[in-house]
C-alpha cells in the first residue's frame, strides 16, 4: 500500500509542478506574442522555481496532498481556490520584497488565472482517476470493532485504491475459509487482511501457506491501520510490539535535533522579544495575578518539570482543585482569549525548550494530577513518556481539542504512530500542519 501511494503522491507532484511552468508558458505566450523567446522564458523560470516551492508547501499544509482530501466535492474547490489564492498573494510579496531583475505584476495576475484554470482541469481530472482507476481488491478475515471502522472507511474513500471484495466475519470459524483459494482465483483478490490474534492461529497459518502460489498480499491489521488513518490501534497492541516497534535507537534524529532547537529557538526568541513586553504589559494592566502562569507538567522518563505560559485565566482558576480546560473555559480572562486565539500563550514555553525539557515537536505533556488516572484507565499510556514531549505534536494536528479519556486514549493512539516513525522530516511536516491548525482552528 505504500508503495502505490507513494506512486500516486510522486505522480500528483509532478503534474503540479507540469502544469505550473506549462501555465508560466501560456503566460509568457500571451502577456509577449511578438517578442517571446527562450531568453524571456529563462529570466522567469528562476523566480518562478522558487515560487513554486513555497507553493507545493501551502498545497501541503492545505492538505491537498493527502488522500483523504482528494475527491471532487465543493470543500475540495474551496480548498484549492483559497490555497491558489494565498499562493498569489504570498508570490506578490516575494517580488515585492526581493528584486528579481523582472516586474511580474500583470504577468502574475495572469499567470494566476491560467494556472487557477488549468489546475482545476488537472485536480478534477486527477481525483477522477484515482477513485475510477481498477482497486486492489481486499479480502478481510475476523471481526472486530477496529475493522468495520477499516471497512467502513475504505468504502467511503474509494480514491485510495482498496475495495472490499470480501469479508469472513467468522474468522477461523467460517465455512467460507475452506474455499479461499477458490476466493481469491474469482474476486481476483490482491490484498488480504487478518488481525493480530488470528496470526497465532496454526490453522488459518496453513490455509494461508498453501495459497502463497496465488500472489495475494497479506497484511496484518496493525500494519494496514496504521498506513490508512496514520494512527496506531490501541486495542490490537501487546507488549512484544513495543519491543519489535520502539526499542529501535535513532541516534542521528537525537544527534541534529538538539542543536536544531537550540538555534531555532535562539532566532524566535529574538525576534518575538518585543512581543513578549507588550504582552506582558496587557496581562499586567488588564486583571490582577502573574504575567507568566508556571504549572508543573510530566516529561520525558516521568520527571516532572515547571511549563511556563502567558497567563490566560484568572489567578484564582484553580482554587477548587486542577480541572480539564474546556472550550470555553469560563475562567478565561478578555486577554486570555485572544492569546488563546491566536496561540501567543505558548511563547514562553520557548524556554523550556531552551533549557531541554521540551521539544519543538512531540506528544503533550500533560499535568501529573491527571497521569495517575489516564495511567490507570488507558493501557500503555506511559510509553508516551519515552521522549521528550513537545510544544505541538502528531495527536494535536490530527485530532480535535478535547480534554476527557476518550479523547486521552484517541491522542495516545497518534502519539505512538509518532514515536514508531519519529523523524526530522515527519517533525517539519508536523510544523508545517500546526501552522494551518493556527489559524483554521483557533482555541
Known amino acids: 500500500m505504500d508503495n502505490l501511494l507513494r506512486f500516486k503522491k510522486a505522480f500528483l507532484i509532478v503534474g503540479d509542478a507540469a502544469v505550473f511552468y506549462f501555465s508560466l508558458l501560456v503566460t509568457l505566450f500571451i502577456r509577449y506574442p511578438d517578442t517571446f ?13 522558487l515560487v513554486l516551492v513555497l507553493w507545493f508547501l501551502i498545497f501541503y499544509i492545505a492538505g491537498l496532498y493527502d488522500f483523504k482530501n482528494l475527491k471532487n466535492s465543493l470543500q475540495f474547490l474551496k480548498t484549492l481556490g483559497a490555497s ?74 474509494p480514491q485510495l485504491g482498496y475495495e472490499v471484495a470480501g469479508w469472513l466475519k467468522r474468522g477461523i470459524n467460517d465455512p467460507e475459509l475452506a474455499n479461499l483459494s ?35 498480499e497479506i497484511s496484518d491489521l496493525t500494519d494496514f491501520f496504521e498506513q490508512v488513518f496514520k494512527k496506531t490501534p490501541l486495542s490490537e497492541l501487546e507488549e512484544h510490539w513495543f519491543l519489535e516497534n520502539l526499542a529501535k535507537p535513532r541516534q542521528l534524529y ?17 525576534i518575538t522579544s518585543p512581543l513578549f513586553l507588550i504582552i506582558g504589559f496587557l496581562i499586567k494592566i488588564t486583571s490582577p495575578g502573574p504575567i507568566i502562569y508556571k504549572q508543573t507538567r510530566i516529561g520525558q522518563l516521568e520527571k516532572p518539570f515547571i511549563l511556563y505560559k502567558f497567563r490566560t485565566m484568572k489567578a484564582d482558576a484553580e482554587k477548587n482543585g486542577p480541572q480539564w480546560a474546556s472550550k470555553n473555559d469560563s475562567r478565561v480572562t478578555f486577554i486570555g482569549r485572544i492569546l488563546r486565539f491566536c496561540h501567543l500563550d505558548e511563547l514562553p514555553q520557548l524556554f523550556n525548550i531552551f533549557k531541554g525539557e521540551l521539544s519543538f515537536v ?39 481539542y478535547g480534554a476527557s479519556l476518550e479523547d486521552a486514549y484517541k491522542k495516545l493512539e497518534y502519539d505512538i504512530f509518532y514515536l514508531k516513525n519519529r523523524s526530522l522530516i515527519l517533525d ?7 501552522i494551518k491548525a493556527i489559524f483554521a482552528t483557533p482555541r
Not at 481476483?188 to 490453522?203: G, S
Not at 517539519?428 to 500546526?434: E, F, G, N, P
Open 37 to 49: 523567446s527562450k531568453n524571456i522564458f529563462n529570466e522567469h523560470l528562476g523566480p518562478f522555481s
Open 84 to 157: 491558489v489564492l494565498i499562493n498569489i498573494l504570498t508570490a506578490s510579496a516575494l517580488f515585492y520584497i526581493f528584486s528579481f531583475g523582472i516586474s511580474p505584476k500583470r504577468n502574475l495576475l495572469l499567470f494566476a488565472f491560467v494556472f487557477n484554470l488549468l489546475t482545476a482541469f488537472w485536480r478534477s481530472g486527477f481525483n477522477t482517476l484515482v477513485s475510477r482507476r481498477q482497486p486492489q481488491k481486499t479480502l478481510v478475515i475476523g471481526d472486530s470493532p477496529l475493522i468495520q471502522e477499516t471497512l467502513n472507511y475504505l468504502r467511503q474513500n
Open 182 to 216: 477458490q476466493i481469491i482465483t474469482d474476486q481476483k483478490i490482491t490484498t488480504l487482511i487478518i488481525p493480530p490474534y488470528l496470526k497465532e492461529n496454526q490453522k488459518l497459518i496453513q490455509t494461508l501457506y498453501k495459497n502463497l502460489a496465488l500472489g495475494v
Open 254 to 270: 537525537e544527534t541534529f535535533k538538539r542543536p536544531l532547537e537550540i538555534f531555532l529557538t535562539s532566532i524566535i526568541l529574538l
Open 362 to 400: 512531540g506528544p503533550r505533556p500533560e499535568r501529573p494530577e491527571f497521569i495517575k488516572e489516564l495511567k490507570e484507565k488507558i493501557p500503555y499510556y506511559e510509553i508516551r513518556h519515552l521522549v521528550k514531549p513537545g510544544i505541538t505534536g502528531w495527536a494535536q494536528i490530527n485530532y480535535r
Open 428 to 434: 517539519l511536516l508536523i510544523i508545517l500542519k500546526t
